[in-house]
């Protein structure tokens, strides 16, 4: 079992930056792939980032690229979500998320932090 606790969210204005991290602990060597999700009021959840914990492969959603970033950091079972001029649609509740050797589903999720941004 893994369990993962995001934290990073915040009140923010339209233009700023934000940072979000999401440690894992437990059978941490389970995970193959880390990602991001958010979902908005009254939205779907919409897939924005992962990154393969062996190797670092990244992929991005079409809503993420270009201004969101995602990196990890193995020796402190962290995966990161640096999120560049915030826009209002942006305000969602993000969660992290992992799967087992990268083959899918995703198998475990956080309980979410909340971005808002203001225009």
């Known amino acids: 079992q893994v369990q993962l606790v995001e934290s990073g969210g915040g009140l923010v204005q339209a233009g700023d930056s934000l940072g979000l991290a999401c440690v894992a602990s437990?059978?941490?060597?389970?995970?193959?792939?880390m990602g991001w999700f958010r979902q908005a009021p009254m939205k779907e959840r919409e897939f924005l980032a992962s990154?393969?914990?062996?190797?670092?492969?990244?992929n991005y959603g079409s809503s993420a690229a270009g201004r969101f970033t995602i990196s990890s950091d193995g020796a402190k079972n962290t995966v990161y979500l640096q999120m560049n001029t915030l826009k209002r649609e942006d305000t969602a509740v993000y969660y992290c998320?992992?799967?087992?050797?990268?083959?899918?589903?995703?198998?475990?999720w956080g309980k979410g932090t909340h971005v808002r941004v203001s225009s």
């Open positions: 990154i393969t914990w062996s190797d670092g492969r990244t």
């Open positions: 998320a992992a799967d087992r050797n990268s083959v899918g589903p995703w198998n475990y």
């Open positions: 437990g059978r941490n060597s389970e995970i193959g792939r």
